[in-house]
Protein backbone atom coordinates (compact mmCIF):
# COMPACT_ATOMS: atom_id res chain seq x y z
CA UNK A 1 0.00 0.00 0.00
CA UNK A 2 1.14 3.27 -0.94
CA UNK A 3 0.69 6.59 0.54
CA UNK A 4 0.64 10.11 -1.25
CA UNK A 5 -0.66 14.17 -0.23
CA UNK A 6 -2.72 16.27 -2.17
CA UNK A 7 -3.66 19.73 -1.92
CA UNK A 8 -6.97 21.12 -2.91
CA UNK A 9 -8.68 24.46 -3.26
CA UNK A 10 -11.15 24.85 -0.71
CA UNK A 11 -14.12 24.75 -2.96
CA UNK A 12 -13.14 21.62 -4.57
CA UNK A 13 -12.71 20.10 -1.06
CA UNK A 14 -16.00 21.10 0.46
CA UNK A 15 -17.45 19.51 -3.19
CA UNK A 16 -15.61 16.11 -2.63
CA UNK A 17 -16.81 16.11 1.16
CA UNK A 18 -19.99 16.75 -0.45
CA UNK A 19 -19.48 13.87 -3.06
CA UNK A 20 -18.45 11.45 -0.16
CA UNK A 21 -21.55 11.66 2.30
CA UNK A 22 -23.82 11.57 -0.90
CA UNK A 23 -22.16 8.42 -1.93
CA UNK A 24 -21.63 6.84 1.77
CA UNK A 25 -17.71 7.34 1.70
CA UNK A 26 -16.38 6.80 5.54
CA UNK A 27 -13.30 8.81 4.48
CA UNK A 28 -11.29 10.31 1.55
CA UNK A 29 -8.83 7.29 0.83
CA UNK A 30 -11.91 5.19 -0.09
CA UNK A 31 -13.85 7.89 -2.22
CA UNK A 32 -10.34 8.80 -4.27
CA UNK A 33 -9.61 5.21 -4.74
CA UNK A 34 -13.23 4.08 -6.17
CA UNK A 35 -12.85 7.48 -8.17
CA UNK A 36 -9.49 6.57 -9.68
CA UNK A 37 -10.79 3.04 -10.35
CA UNK A 38 -13.65 4.12 -11.88
CA UNK A 39 -12.04 6.78 -14.25
CA UNK A 40 -9.04 4.59 -15.03
CA UNK A 41 -11.21 1.58 -16.02
CA UNK A 42 -13.26 3.91 -18.50
CA UNK A 43 -9.37 4.52 -19.98
CA UNK A 44 -8.34 1.31 -19.96
CA UNK A 45 -11.18 0.72 -22.17
CA UNK A 46 -11.00 2.97 -24.02
CA UNK A 47 -7.73 1.99 -24.66
CA UNK A 48 -8.69 -1.69 -25.65
CA UNK A 49 -11.52 -1.14 -27.23
CA UNK A 50 -11.18 -5.18 -27.96
CA UNK A 51 -9.79 -6.32 -24.62
CA UNK A 52 -12.17 -8.51 -22.43
CA UNK A 53 -14.66 -7.15 -20.17
CA UNK A 54 -17.77 -8.31 -18.26
CA UNK A 55 -20.96 -5.73 -18.17
CA UNK A 56 -24.44 -5.55 -16.32
CA UNK A 57 -26.71 -4.02 -19.08
CA UNK A 58 -30.16 -2.62 -17.09
CA UNK A 59 -33.12 -1.03 -18.98
CA UNK A 60 -37.02 -0.41 -18.77
CA UNK A 61 -39.55 -1.15 -21.62
CA UNK A 62 -42.80 -0.78 -22.21
CA UNK A 63 -43.94 -4.23 -22.68
CA UNK A 64 -46.76 -2.99 -24.84
CA UNK A 65 -44.95 -1.58 -27.15
CA UNK A 66 -45.32 -3.45 -30.79
CA UNK A 67 -43.19 -6.62 -30.70
CA UNK A 68 -40.72 -4.32 -28.66
CA UNK A 69 -40.00 -8.17 -26.79
CA UNK A 70 -39.57 -9.88 -29.48
CA UNK A 71 -36.96 -7.74 -30.94
CA UNK A 72 -35.27 -7.19 -27.81
CA UNK A 73 -35.17 -11.39 -27.71
CA UNK A 74 -33.93 -11.19 -30.82
CA UNK A 75 -31.10 -8.71 -30.21
CA UNK A 76 -29.88 -11.27 -27.21
CA UNK A 77 -30.08 -14.08 -29.18
CA UNK A 78 -28.07 -12.56 -32.46
CA UNK A 79 -25.39 -11.78 -29.40
CA UNK A 80 -25.73 -14.91 -27.81
CA UNK A 81 -22.03 -15.52 -27.59
CA UNK A 82 -21.84 -11.77 -25.41
CA UNK A 83 -24.97 -12.70 -22.88
CA UNK A 84 -24.74 -14.87 -19.89
CA UNK A 85 -27.87 -14.27 -18.25
CA UNK A 86 -30.91 -12.02 -17.81
CA UNK A 87 -33.26 -11.31 -15.56
CA UNK A 88 -36.82 -9.73 -16.01
CA UNK A 89 -38.93 -8.18 -13.59
CA UNK A 90 -42.41 -6.83 -13.74
CA UNK A 91 -42.50 -3.27 -12.32
CA UNK A 92 -46.27 -2.72 -13.17
CA UNK A 93 -49.12 -3.48 -15.57
CA UNK A 94 -47.35 -2.04 -19.04
CA UNK A 95 -43.42 -1.70 -17.45
CA UNK A 96 -40.54 -4.16 -17.26
CA UNK A 97 -36.94 -3.99 -15.89
CA UNK A 98 -34.33 -6.41 -17.27
CA UNK A 99 -30.58 -7.18 -16.61
CA UNK A 100 -28.55 -8.36 -19.03
CA UNK A 101 -25.14 -10.04 -17.90
CA UNK A 102 -22.76 -9.82 -20.49
CA UNK A 103 -19.40 -10.93 -21.63
CA UNK A 104 -16.46 -10.37 -23.88
CA UNK A 105 -14.33 -7.92 -26.31
CA UNK A 106 -15.75 -4.23 -24.36
CA UNK A 107 -16.50 -3.02 -28.22
CA UNK A 108 -18.89 -5.64 -29.38
CA UNK A 109 -20.36 -5.63 -25.27
CA UNK A 110 -20.91 -1.99 -25.77
CA UNK A 111 -21.83 -2.50 -29.07
CA UNK A 112 -24.34 -4.62 -28.42
CA UNK A 113 -25.84 -2.63 -25.49
CA UNK A 114 -25.87 0.74 -27.35
CA UNK A 115 -27.96 -1.11 -30.33
CA UNK A 116 -30.60 -2.50 -27.27
CA UNK A 117 -30.67 0.44 -25.13
CA UNK A 118 -31.68 2.01 -29.18
CA UNK A 119 -34.91 0.53 -29.82
CA UNK A 120 -37.82 2.51 -29.67
CA UNK A 121 -39.72 1.79 -26.60
CA UNK A 122 -36.50 1.05 -24.24
CA UNK A 123 -35.73 3.62 -21.61
CA UNK A 124 -33.65 4.24 -18.41
CA UNK A 125 -30.61 2.22 -20.26
CA UNK A 126 -27.50 1.85 -18.34
CA UNK A 127 -24.24 0.09 -19.29
CA UNK A 128 -21.45 -0.83 -16.24
CA UNK A 129 -18.18 -2.29 -18.01
CA UNK A 130 -15.97 -4.03 -15.82
CA UNK A 131 -12.16 -4.27 -17.69
CA UNK A 132 -9.92 -6.77 -17.04
CA UNK A 133 -7.72 -9.40 -18.69
CA UNK A 134 -9.04 -11.65 -16.34
CA UNK A 135 -12.60 -10.66 -17.00
CA UNK A 136 -13.19 -12.94 -20.29
CA UNK A 137 -11.75 -16.05 -18.47
CA UNK A 138 -13.03 -19.25 -17.87
CA UNK A 139 -14.37 -19.79 -14.31
CA UNK A 140 -11.81 -20.73 -12.48
CA UNK A 141 -12.12 -20.17 -8.65
CA UNK A 142 -13.69 -22.60 -5.82
CA UNK A 143 -17.11 -21.63 -4.27
CA UNK A 144 -17.03 -23.09 -0.21
Do not use: W
Not at 133 to 144: F, N
Amino acid sequence: MQRFTISLQDRLAQEFDAYMARTGHSNRSEAIRDLLLTHLGQQREAAQAMGPCVANLSYVYDHHERELSERLARLQHAHHHLTIATTHVHLDHSRCLETVMLKGPAEQVRQFANQLMAERGVHHGQLNVVMGSDAADTHQHRHA
